[in-house]
């Protein structure tokens, strides 16, 4: 798309800004509430992560596709629908009655997500024709996630503490239709001449279910059983289902992931990596907030002040890693971040029932920042180096899905492991107050130490897998981190 002279290219930018900042606010401003929401709605210990994953598995399941209609049916015409489909899905979240309304709602809004984020990031892309233009304005565009994340904590304190949890969702209400208002008359709309209309609608469709159907699988093992039946039955069809969009995707002439692209070992690396360092990230967030809220009794607001640390210190280790990415290359960088955060996590694994802020949790939390930081820069690089350009898309929304998708995945699995833990000593103990805070406690302490395992195979696999033939084509320019965020 070429921008004629009427357009305000800097106004364009601010209106897609707001979209994803709506998007990334959501992400941290739903963790703070988490322990109301379970009271209010009256969640499971087991079922509560669907608030979560119901988000995650849509929003990462259909990015690609967001990102590929967005391209054919115009990024202006998705970026505004998937706006509208947020906002409209977050009031019906705060509206929510019951819990299954509010994990159906969540589920929209995943969707409403996985339309904005491509579109808006293409929006940006091809509004900004002059390289250093284009520089600045993802500069902002990272910024607006980063500074998003961090303000989420803090308003989803307030506005839990001071008004309502359901507030955490209505917030987005007039945001939407602000920006929807402002898209329709300020934001060009443009296509991609890709020769063909056609998208892979079944193959995220698929792939989606299939997901699902293994989270699904593994949140009711700790009720049926891990041999039971269903257990074994929801497994069976997640993997069926994901065996039939490797197919599909391996038949089809639009597909929505061309899987000639893992062959390139960096990319197919980073992307495993990174799906377990989400995985004890999500866990981490989740079990942090109920931890702090439920047993430490912090109020909202307090939970977001306490998160905030986490914020700043990804920041600080992201400056290093592109301080030091010259020196020690990519791999080195990762392996080291992820040491370092790994340290951080097994600290946290070994919190008390009658913890203290500086000494059980901000000790944690300056080592797993500072880790995080370290370790999101290069892995960011090995994900979207050495493609062709026509590929550069397709890198970029894979390594993103790859967080979503190992969030949701891990974090089934620590909630799982967490809930399993509990259960067991309170059968065999009484069940007191005391006993039962002993028995949580014990629970995250088991989730906290698979985190910490998981993260610590990300480094593992980066050392057996990536050799420095597979590094030559890896532009260490943190530039690229922006373009991909």
Same mark, same amino acid.
């Given at each position: ?92 979240? +705060?509206? #929510?009655?019951?819990?299954?309304? !509010?994990? $159906? *709602?969540?589920? =929209?809004?995943?969707?409403?997500? /996985? &339309?904005? @984020? ?108 891990? +041999?039971? #039946?269903?257990?074994?039955?929801? !497994?069976? $069809? *997640?993997?069926? =289902?994901?065996?039939?969009?490797? /197919? &599909?995707? @391996? ?119 500072? *880790?995080?930081? =370290? ?5 960011? &690089? ?104």
């Amino acid at each position: 798309m070429r921008t004629d002279s009427t357009t305000n290219r800097w106004l364009v930018l601010v209106i897609a800004c707001l979209a994803q900042f709506m998007v990334v606010l959501d992400n941290t401003i739903v963790n703070v509430a988490l322990p109301s929401v379970q009271r209010g709605l009256d969640f499971s210990p087991a079922n509560l992560q669907w608030v979560i994953n119901a988000y995650t598995l849509i929003f990462g399941g259909f990015l690609l596709l967001g990102g590929r209609a967005a391209d054919l049916l115009g990024r202006r015409r998705l970026f505004v629908a998937g706006v509208a489909l947020f906002a409209s899905a977050s009031l019906l979240n +705060g509206l #929510a009655q019951s819990s299954t309304m !509010l994990i $159906l *709602g969540r589920g =929209l809004q995943g969707l409403g997500g /996985a &339309l904005v @984020s491509p579109a808006a990031l293409s929006i940006i892309m091809t509004t900004f024709e002059d390289n250093a233009e284009r520089t600045r304005a993802l500069g902002v565009w990272s910024a607006i996630a980063a500074g998003g994340a961090a303000f989420g904590l803090l308003l989803g304190g307030v506005l839990t503490d001071l008004v309502s949890w359901r507030w955490n969702f209505f917030v987005n209400v007039p945001v939407g239709a602000i920006t929807v208002a402002l898209a329709l008359r300020h934001v060009p709309e443009s296509h991609a001449d890709l020769g063909h209309r056609r998208f892979d609608a079944v193959g995220a469709t698929t792939v989606t279910a299939g997901l699902l159907a293994i989270v699904f699988g593994i949140v009711k093992a700790q009720a049926w059983g891990w +041999g039971s #039946a269903r257990t074994i039955g929801a !497994l069976g $069809l *997640g993997a069926l =289902l994901l065996t039939a969009f490797v /197919a &599909l995707e @391996s038949r089809s002439t639009a597909p929505l992931v061309k899987l000639s692209i893992f062959r390139i070992r960096s990319i197919a690396t980073a992307n495993a990596a990174m799906m377990l360092v989400a995985s004890a990230l999500f866990g981490m967030f989740f079990f942090v907030s109920l931890y702090t809220q439920d047993v430490l009794h912090y109020s909202p607001l307090t939970a977001g002040f306490a998160f905030l640390p986490l914020s700043l210190g990804i920041v600080i280790g992201a400056g290093i890693a592109q301080a030091i990415l010259p020196r020690l290359g990519v791999r080195n960088v990762s392996v080291l971040g992820l040491a370092v955060a790994t340290a951080g996590i097994l600290w946290i694994a070994r919190v008390p029932v009658h913890g203290s802020y500086v000494p059980d949790l901000l000790a944690s939390f300056v080592p797993m920042s500072i *880790g995080m930081g =370290l370790v999101f820069v290069p892995l960011t &690089l090995l994900a979207t180096s050495g493609v062709q350009s026509d590929d550069a898309g397709l890198a970029s929304g894979l390594f993103n899905s790859a967080q979503q998708v190992g969030g949701s995945l891990g974090l089934a699995i620590l909630a799982t492991l967490s809930v399993d833990r509990t259960s067991a000593l309170l059968r065999h103990g009484a069940a007191t107050a005391t006993a039962r805070a002993a028995a949580t406690v014990s629970g995250y302490h088991v989730a906290f130490l698979a985190a910490a395992i998981m993260m610590a195979a990300g480094a593992v696999l980066l050392v057996i897998w990536l050799r420095r033939r597979h590094l030559e084509g890896v532009a260490l320019d943190p530039s690229a981190v922006a373009a991909a965020a």
